[in-house]
């Protein structure tokens, strides 16, 4: 049954805001709490024209990078990572390191406070291991970015080309004027996207074991780059995430290639439930949040102050009956009083998803199942007035659209993993037939074997 994302209360309060935003991509005031984090996501679609030239060139790239500030000696207090998928339908190959020193400036300064208000970012974080084998230099400011990673043999050099396509204006937060503010010691998380598109131009060097480096490879290329970032006490018990740009690549439903340009389509979605300090772990209600871009012409946020329905339907470890099974999600949303809705399906091969670690209460660790090889079909409708009391709207369709490489998360207690451990426990391991098991809210068929008795 759908489900309304509203909290009056927060509605009430939010309309009396004014429409000033926050560029909350830059770095905040860390917490005195262990576990408070900060960290930013990067992820690049590779143009198929550098794809075309050059055969050895990837198909996505990401770039992962944040800090536990006041984190325990003894945990995993920062994190950096390269995320490369080399072709469609790969795993993702990652490059990472842990416990880098960390340096964060905000206009050129120690942070000293949050930022400002309806302000563009301008900070910088660079990073490096003792060893010197892992460095990270990330620079924005307004339109302009530089990114420069080096983990062992792998270095990506990405810098800014051109405007970039905002989430909303104004620096719009997905999560409004108001709960955006809320400190991270009630709400426990924040999530903020700055870009949905950015032209960017890459460098991917592979660097040779050898002294002389004669043989390295480049790999030069352009794409589009979505940006954002969370900070908070930890992620999520559970959560769902996903994200797509589209380009010449993207299919419409009959098949055939969908060109770039003025329909380029870009979408993000997210949610679960907010790990709130204030509530025990798991508890609170589901807050989903969503946006897709179709151009200039249609621009559809989904804010949790709206009186906004959603489904949503996470299958994380496939059908177990199907020979090359895949994760599936399905998103509905849905405005009444703006009249519009637009349906989400997503699936990508189980195979396809590698573990990323993530900032925890204790952390960053393994807690994520990550694949850059996501199918999404997006439908966008209107819906038609009609008359008489408990009629049901019309649905009219105004765009539909096939997106390839798109990336698809399940994290936490949603990770095939770990449903499967809990199915596990639930209904014991010696069996050898196939039964249905219920547990909690999934309905997972589950091979188990069964022990004789004599």
């Known amino acids: 049954m759908p489900r309304v994302s509203l909290v009056v209360l927060l509605a009430t309060l939010t309309a009396f805001l004014d429409g000033g935003q926050a560029s909350f991509f830059d770095p905040h005031l860390p917490s005195f709490s262990p576990s408070w984090a900060e960290g930013?996501?990067?992820?690049?679609?590779?143009d198929l024209d550098s794809k075309s030239t050059d055969k050895s060139a990837p198909r996505s790239l990401g770039i992962v990078f944040g800090e536990t500030p006041s984190g325990l000696r003894a945990w995993n207090s920062s994190e950096v990572m390269l995320l490369i998928q080399q072709e469609s339908g790969d795993p993702l190959k990652i490059k990472e390191n842990v416990n880098l020193e960390f340096n964060v400036t905000y206009h050129g300064d120690i942070i000293q406070d949050d930022p400002d208000i309806s302000t563009p970012p301008d900070f910088e974080v660079t990073a490096a291991s003792s060893d010197w084998n892992s460095v990270l230099h990330a620079s924005f400011n307004n339109e302009d970015c530089s990114i420069a990673a080096a983990i062992g043999n792998k270095e990506l050099g990405v810098t800014c080309?051109?405007?970039?396509?905002?989430?909303?204006?104004?620096?719009?937060?997905?999560?409004g004027p108001l709960f955006s503010r809320f400190?991270?010691?009630?709400?426990?998380?924040?999530?903020?996207?700055?870009s949905m598109r950015t032209p960017v131009m890459y460098t991917l060097?592979?660097?040779?074991?050898?002294?002389?480096?004669?043989?390295?490879?480049?790999?030069?290329?352009?794409?589009?780059?979505?940006?954002?970032?969370?900070?908070?006490?930890?992620?999520?018990?559970?959560?769902?995430?996903?994200?797509?740009?589209?380009?010449?690549?993207?299919?419409?439903?009959?098949?055939?290639?969908?060109?770039?340009g003025a329909q380029q389509?870009?979408?993000?979605?997210?949610?679960?439930?907010?790990?709130?300090?204030?509530?025990?772990?798991?508890?609170?209600?589901?807050?989903?949040?969503?946006?897709?871009?179709?151009g200039d012409q249609l621009q559809w946020r989904f804010h949790p102050w709206d009186p906004t329905?959603?489904?949503?339907?996470?299958?994380?470890?496939?059908?177990?009956?199907?020979?090359?099974?895949?994760?599936?999600?399905?998103?509905?949303?849905?405005?009444?009083?703006?009249?519009?809705?637009v349906e989400f399906f997503i699936k990508a091969p189980l195979d396809s998803f590698s573990g990323l670690n993530c900032p925890t209460k204790h952390g960053f660790a393994p807690?994520?199942?990550?694949?850059?090889?996501?199918?999404?079909?997006?439908?966008?409708?209107?819906?038609?007035?009609?008359?008489?009391?408990?009629?049901?709207?019309?649905?009219?369709?105004?765009?539909?659209?096939?997106?390839?490489?798109?990336?698809?998360?399940?994290?936490?207690?949603?990770?095939?993993?770990?449903k499967t451990k809990l199915v596990n426990q639930k209904c014991g391991d010696e069996l050898k037939t196939v039964v249905s098991c219920i547990f909690g809210e999934w309905h997972l068929e589950v091979t188990m074997a069964f022990s004789k008795r004599k």
């Open 40 to 46: 930013w996501y990067l992820r690049i679609v590779t």
């Open 161 to 175: 080309s051109g405007d970039s396509e905002p989430y909303g204006p104004d620096f719009e937060s997905p999560e």
């Open 183 to 194: 400190p991270t010691g009630i709400v426990g998380l924040h999530w903020y996207v700055l």
């Open 205 to 260: 060097r592979t660097t040779d074991s050898s002294s002389s480096g004669s043989d390295d490879e480049y790999i030069n290329g352009k794409g589009w780059m979505h940006a954002e970032k969370n900070w908070g006490e930890s992620f999520p018990d559970s959560w769902i995430w996903a994200q797509g740009i589209s380009q010449h690549r993207s299919k419409k439903e009959d098949g055939k290639e969908q060109k770039g």
């Open 265 to 294: 389509t870009s979408f993000v979605l997210a949610g679960g439930v907010p790990p709130s300090p204030l509530l025990p772990s798991g508890l609170g209600p589901e807050i989903y949040l969503a946006a897709v871009h179709v």
């Open 309 to 341: 329905a959603f489904s949503v339907k996470a299958e994380s470890c496939g059908d177990s009956g199907d020979p090359e099974p895949f994760a599936t999600l399905k998103f509905n949303v849905v405005q009444p009083l703006q009249s519009r809705e």
């Open 367 to 418: 807690d994520s199942d990550h694949s850059y090889t996501g199918l999404a079909t997006v439908k966008l409708y209107t819906l038609k007035e009609c008359q008489g009391f408990g009629c049901k709207k019309e649905r009219v369709l105004i765009h539909s659209e096939v997106l390839e490489d798109v990336a698809l998360e399940f994290g936490g207690d949603r990770r095939c993993e770990y």
